[in-house]
């Protein structure tokens, strides 16, 4: 084999899905106080997916709180920006890095809540083999 035919059949094996790259679930806590909208800083995954992650939440009250009757907090959560890095071959392929999270709380009472996000997609197992990204 020449090392022209060796290097094609490594890069093969790097590309292959099941080599290259697995299913990542991030949970992480997110510790809010207060009424309103609240925006979080860029959250950093500390993994590259390779697709958009499949975002969702949970959120419970601090373990000292006491709902008030008659003022259940209404809670929303959503994206406001993701951290993307784009590949620099020809696909121009997007790798998703971190988010940027923003929280809107209505309630007359002040409450301190718990928010569990979860991120889960395919990540990059060894960003080396996508130039452009440095994980």
């Not at 309103?36 to 958009?52: A, L, P």
């Not at 301190?112 to 083999?129: C, I």
Request: hydrophobic share 40%.
């Amino acid at each position: 084999m020449t090392y022209r035919e060796i290097r094609t059949a490594d890069r093969r094996t790097e590309l292959d899905r099941a080599t290259w790259a697995g299913p990542v679930q991030l949970i992480l806590t997110y510790e809010l106080t207060g009424v309103g909208e609240h925006i979080s800083e860029m959250i950093s995954f500390g993994t590259v997916y390779e697709s958009k992650p499949f975002f969702s939440y949970g959120v419970e009250l601090a373990p000292d709180e006491v709902l008030t009757p008659g003022d259940f907090p209404l809670v929303s959560v959503g994206i406001g920006a993701w951290d993307i890095t784009v590949s620099d071959d020809e696909d121009q392929t997007p790798f998703y890095l971190g988010a940027e999270v923003w929280f809107n709380t209505t309630t007359v009472q002040v409450y301190q809540y718990l928010f569990r996000l979860s991120f889960e997609g395919v990540a990059v197992r060894n960003t080396e083999f996508f130039r452009g990204t440095n994980g």
